[in-house]
């Protein structure tokens, strides 16, 4: 049986806004479905929930409407003891409820940003909102929506929103979307990117979410930085050419923009550094929107992810539709590496197929994969997030193997979920949501990680059509 609270939204995208198009036209209701139909069999260790965040606006956009502006939409599946159960909730940010005490949007999306709305409209929800539609992470038993311009949003077990969370009031400014969790310690580093001085702020929470360490520092110019990396001692970032626009961004010019003549290099700080730590090592001029992981042999450290040699997201007001070409859509596998006693660093691709959502098993995080996943694009017609081809890299011979999903298939982001009982890299199973184009229906697929070219060994029928979205994560249940 399926239920629904009655919660609805109201976009038709009657102004034909490009990121609201097909399978990005946001869902109107929220659903909880007891028990899911099953094409296949779940394993019987796989026990927890899989979510995904995305956007999914409740009202109809003012102005442009860009993909990262939307509603943050959760759409989970528990697994327990091989029967699967749905459940999707918007996150109730402050902006939304508003929002929805107005009874129609008030924020206008990123394209007109500087837009803010009056708070004698909005009242106390601020001249930001802050949509949590990016990733959801699990920290010291707090499940944490993000979004890297604002405060973490705390979610409870069943998708409601508890509210923001600054860590008992030691966070003050934002966090990123991808923090990095040491699977030895527990610990979380995170950061966030500012665009004054100082630019970059660094964090580390214990294993019990008390924040313990906190570090500003400088970079040439504010950039965007999206993720991150550890080793099992360092903290690892990119300072890549995606430059804000400070001056141009009053005008109604780009946000960012793409300035080479800022270069890329990498920064290295021990865990528990400070500002005067970090060191930076210059590598090609390039952006990785996504990293694998990275970890240390020795004096090496390397690192992977996808590579972008330039990366436009058309967030300005003007933006057409072909600037969300294939290098808006997907990187290509890459992998870097540093010297820190020579200062040598080098890098090489490590395919020619365009992906994205790069994920390892992450009790790994830190210390050396063999195992890259990837969501990758075969299809000619590449647009961003629509990805076709799950792909499993083997860094010991180089080989992939992959899978694709058919013609009228679409794919999201993998979450690794192990093996409990498992005792190898990838003992356990890739977890992802689709969308059939042919019949407007969404399945969440479990596939066996030891052999992605088998394709699912389980499907779970989800009750309504998952827009297209960004980051999934796989919460086992405690065991
Ligand atoms: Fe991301």
Request: hydrophobic residues 40%; negative net charge.
């Amino acid at each position: 049986m399926t239920i629904t609270t009655g919660l609805t939204g109201h976009v038709t995208n009657t102004a034909d806004q490009l990121d609201l198009r097909g399978n990005m036209l946001p869902v109107s209701q929220e659903l909880t479905a007891e028990r899911c139909d099953v094409i296949g069999e779940i394993p019987s260790s796989l026990n927890g929930m899989f979510v995904r965040n995305g956007p999914n606006p409740m009202y109809e956009p003012i102005g442009k409407y860009h993909m990262f502006d939307g509603d943050g939409m959760l759409h989970g599946v528990t697994i327990a003891n091989g029967v699967a159960s749905y459940r999707n909730r918007w996150i109730r940010s402050k902006g939304l409820e508003a929002e929805m005490r107005l009874g129609h949007a008030a924020y206008p999306g990123l394209s007109d940003v500087m837009n803010f709305p009056d708070e004698s409209v909005v009242g106390d929800a601020g001249p930001v909102k802050n949509p949590a539609n990016t990733h959801i992470v699990r920290h010291a038993n707090k499940i944490l929506a993000l979004w890297e311009q604002g405060l973490p949003t705390h979610i409870a077990a069943d998708l409601g929103t508890v509210g923001p969370w600054n860590f008992d009031g030691e966070l003050s400014g934002a966090m990123t979307a991808h923090p990095r969790i040491d699977p030895r310690t527990g610990m979380m580093f995170f950061f966030s990117y500012n665009l004054f001085a100082p630019h970059l702020s660094y964090y580390v929470a214990d294993a019990a979410g008390k924040l313990v360490h906190k570090v500003n520092m400088d970079l040439p110019a504010p950039v965007m930085i999206h993720d991150m990396l550890i080793t099992d001692s360092h903290s690892v970032f990119m300072d890549s050419p995606v430059v804000f626009n400070l001056e141009g961004m009053m005008s109604g010019e780009p946000m960012v923009q793409w300035q080479p003549e800022n270069g890329t290099r990498i920064g290295v700080i021990p865990h528990f550094g400070g500002a005067d730590d970090i060191r930076w090592f210059d590598v090609e001029t390039s952006h990785v929107q996504h990293f694998w992981n990275a970890w240390a042999d020795g004096n090496r450290i390397e690192l992977s992810g996808c590579r972008f040699n330039q990366i436009n997201f058309g967030i300005e007001a003007e933006a057409s539709e072909t600037d969300a070409g294939v290098e808006s859509a997907g990187g290509l596998p890459h992998r870097y590496w540093i010297d820190l006693q020579t200062g040598d660093t080098g890098s090489e691709d490590i395919d020619d197929m365009h992906g994205e959502f790069c994920r390892v098993n992450d009790d790994y995080a830190g210390v050396r994969t063999n195992y890259l996943y990837m969501s990758g694009f075969t299809r000619d017609a590449i647009q961003a997030a629509d990805f076709d081809t799950i792909v499993k890299y083997d860094q010991d011979d180089d080989s992939r193997s992959s899978w694709y999903i058919g013609d009228d298939g679409h794919l999201g982001e993998s979450a690794f979920a192990p093996d409990p009982n498992g005792t190898k890299e990838d003992d356990g199973w890739l977890i992802n949501s689709t969308y059939n184009s042919a019949d407007d229906t969404s399945e969440v697929i479990i596939l066996d990680a030891r052999d992605v070219a088998a394709g699912p060994v389980a499907r779970v029928q989800i009750p309504q059509r998952m827009p297209f979205g960004f980051h999934a994560n796989w919460f086992p249940t405690a065991s």
